[in-house]
């Protein structure tokens, strides 16, 4: 059984930074395409960014150029960098994995097989 949980929430400014951690037991991450998702009050999940297990990475196009997803797996755990962020950023952000794979789409929430918690960030204008 995968187990994530997610890490560095909070409280941010507009214009500040967060990094959001997703670190996982149960399965190395390494052989595992890890995706971020975040759901506003009153709106849908929505995709935020995936590294696939073998080094692709994609991103909502709304955060390219301001988050970044990156990996490290001697810790076993996904980062999510959010840099200049706005207060539209303000979600719960899920982390959610599955084993490696390119045959799966990415934004597809159906597509992933374990979930975080969900960790609540907030941008205060």
């Known amino acids: 059984q995968v187990q994530l949980v997610e890490s560095g929430g909070g409280l941010v400014q507009a214009g500040g930074s967060l990094r959001l951690s997703c670190a996982a037991s149960?399965?190395?991450?390494?052989?595992?395409?890890v995706g971020w998702f975040r759901q506003a009050p009153g709106k849908e999940r929505e995709f935020v960014a995936q590294i696939n297990w073998n080094g692709p990475i994609t991103y909502l196009d709304s955060v390219k150029t301001r988050f970044t997803i990156s990996r490290d797996n001697a810790k076993n755990t996904v980062y999510l960098q959010m840099n200049t962020v706005i207060h539209e950023d303000t979600a719960v952000y899920y982390c959610a994995a599955r084993p490696g794979t390119f045959l799966r789409p990415i934004q597809s929430l159906g597509s992933y097989d374990y979930w975080g918690q969900g960790i609540q960030v907030t941008v205060s204008s």
């Open positions: 149960g399965r190395t991450l390494s052989s595992t395409d």
